[in-house]
């Protein structure tokens, strides 16, 4: 959706390193998402939050960590902690009650 | 539990024909069920949703059923056509979970011209 702005598009980690993907959104909504999709496989949700300055963990957090200063962003960074980080990355957001809709993804590469 | 089968996992049908995708969850406090289409490479998005107090909804070629007392819900496209092909899942929510959604795995339609 145009409202949900993901970054890059593309992102390269070496080991070690810490990388942080940006999430921003113009659409006014309360909640925002981050979800993990590896090859052939669902979306696993990583965190979610409901309001600024609130957000919890998701069903594979470990090695992930989130951010929610603004309503409009929710950047996520992964840490050299996870060990297996290759993946596409999707945000999502939505208004109270109201369909989540996603942004067009960043895919992060081990080099 | 929150997980929720999605079957079958691949699907090929000849244009024209109509393609049924089936979800079962577990979890009856479940009551959002939408569907998402993605193509290749891209994001996901939203072509149908229910609520848990209606048991079918309709658009165009679209329709998704959901029976809450079996705890399944099914995706019907009619008509399919080469450009219906992509991957679609489904998902559930319960609403004072955060809005949390729980994702199918997948099923990847081929419409054969």
């Known amino acids: 959706d145009g409202g949900i702005t993901q970054s890059p598009k593309y992102l390269f980690r070496k080991e070690g390193q810490n990388v942080t993907l940006s999430c921003e959104q113009n659409l006014n909504h309360d909640a925002m998402y981050w979800y993990r999709q590896d090859p052939g496989q669902g979306l696993r949700l990583i965190y979610y939050?409901?309001?600024?300055?609130?957000?919890q963990k998701g069903d594979i957090a470990e090695g992930y960590s989130v951010s929610r200063e603004k309503k409009e962003s929710f950047p996520l960074t992964v840490t050299s902690a996870q060990k297996n980080p290759t993946a596409f990355y999707l945000c999502?957001?939505?208004?109270?009650?109201?369909?989540?809709?996603f942004g067009d993804g960043t895919r992060l590469s081990i080099l | 539990g929150e997980n929720v089968e999605q079957h079958p996992s691949t699907l090929s049908v000849q244009e024209g024909d109509s393609a049924v995708i089936k979800c079962t969850y577990s979890?009856?406090?479940?009551?959002?069920f939408p569907w998402y289409k993605q193509e290749l490479g891209k994001r996901p998005q939203l072509i149908i949703d229910i609520r848990s107090n209606v048991g079918e909804k309709k658009d165009q070629r679209i329709a998704v059923t959901l029976n809450k007392t079996a705890k399944h819900f099914s995706l019907h496209i009619t008509e399919t056509q080469p450009e219906d092909s992509a991957v679609y899942f489904c998902?559930?929510?319960?609403?004072?979970?955060?809005?949390?959604?729980?994702f199918g795995q997948g099923t990847e339609l081929s419409v054969k011209p």
């Open positions: 979890d009856s406090a479940s009551n959002y």
């Open positions: 939050s409901q309001i600024v300055n609130d957000f």
């Open positions: 998902a559930h929510q319960e609403y004072n979970q955060g809005g949390k959604l729980i």
């Open positions: 999502a957001s939505s208004a109270r009650y109201q369909p989540q809709h």
